[in-house]
């Protein structure tokens, strides 16, 4: 189906995404950080990513900021995926190019709701 990047410091939570993706039949490629999610973006062109905010070297809003002004990058759709949960976080993460924000973990049904719509617009 679909080639997404998966941008998460943490191996637990790479992993949950992966199964839910692959389950799916999607294509999955992991990112550490947030500098090593851009450089694979950049590389793989990826058809959405998903991403966390707290991570070293650069965070996911900063990630998600380069991205969305990048032309390189712009149209690859990010959707945050975080546990930080309040509405401030939310609003912010959109306003830095995020088209999509769901608080961790995400059911599956959660997360087919939100990437299916941006996948098929991409």
Same mark, same amino acid.
């Given at each position: 189906m &679909?080639?997404?990047?998966?941008?998460?410091?943490?191996?637990?939570?790479?992993?949950? @995404?992966?199964?839910?993706l /692959?389950?799916?039949?999607?294509?999955?490629?992991? =990112?550490?950080?947030? @500098?090593?999610?851009?450089?694979?973006? %950049?590389?793989?062109?990826?058809?959405?990513?998903?991403?966390?905010i707290?991570?070293?070297?650069?965070?996911?809003? +900063? =990630?998600?900021r +380069?991205?969305?002004?990048?032309?390189?990058? =712009?149209?690859?759709?990010?959707? /945050?995926?975080?546990t930080?949960?309040?509405?401030f976080?939310?609003?912010?993460?959109?306003?830095?190019? &995020?088209?999509?924000?769901?608080? %961790?973990?995400?059911?599956?049904?959660?997360?087919l709701?939100? /990437?299916?719509?941006?996948? %098929? =617009?991409?």
């Open positions: &679909a080639k997404i990047l998966v941008v998460d410091d943490s191996p637990t939570q790479q992993e949950a @995404l992966r199964r839910l /692959i389950k799916q039949g999607h294509e999955v490629i992991i =990112a550490n950080n947030g @500098l090593q999610g851009i450089e694979i973006a %950049k590389r793989e062109n990826p058809a959405l990513i998903l991403m966390d707290v991570m070293p070297e650069i965070n996911g809003f +900063q =990630a998600t +380069q991205l969305s002004s990048d032309p390189d990058t =712009a149209s690859i759709p990010v959707v /945050i995926v975080s930080k949960d309040q509405s976080d939310r609003t912010y993460g959109l306003r830095q190019g &995020a088209k999509g924000y769901l608080t %961790k973990p995400p059911s599956e049904q959660e997360l709701d939100t /990437i299916q719509p941006l996948l %098929k =617009a991409s």
